[in-house]
């Protein structure tokens, strides 16, 4: 990790620590039981702050960037979780409902996303998600 980009290097600690989430099901993801996050929460912040302090992101936001990082790593995690436990049909209202919110023109495209294997459709929040809240963490003149 450390020869790389930070941002590469960033993006792949996230994934990891996502994947832990989703192997260990003893960290408490979906019964709210914090404190069983709480050694994996200690270390993957000591993790993200470690390639954070290689960015140009101040020293003042590391901590609140690590812990933005880890939310969404979670989040996507129990969200995986849950479709995966939640009965089929849970999804297709969800997929009904949403595509009646969005302007017209975008029902298509929602269609398109809810059709792809679920895993996939997850990798894209993810992935889009952490790359764009690193390229707000980061000043413009350093990206």
Do not use: H, M
């Not at 679920?118 to 707000?136: K, M, N, P």
């Amino acid at each position: 990790i450390r020869d790389r980009p930070w941002q590469e290097a960033c993006l792949e600690a996230c994934d990891s620590l996502r994947d832990q989430l989703r192997r260990q099901p003893e960290f408490g993801l979906l019964d709210g039981q914090w404190d069983s996050l709480a050694p994996f929460n200690a270390r993957a912040t000591g993790l993200l702050v470690g390639i954070l302090e290689r960015s140009s992101i101040p020293a003042a936001e590391l901590i609140p960037a690590s812990q933005a990082l880890l939310y969404l790593i979670t989040s996507v995690a129990r969200l995986e979780s849950g479709l995966a436990a939640a009965p089929s049909g849970n999804a297709r209202l969800y997929n009904e409902q949403v595509r009646k919110a969005l302007p017209a023109a975008l029902a298509p495209e929602w269609s398109r996303f809810v059709a792809r294997p679920a895993g996939e459709a997850f990798d894209s929040i993810f992935t889009t998600g952490i790359r764009g809240l690193l390229a707000g963490l980061t000043p413009d003149d350093a990206r």
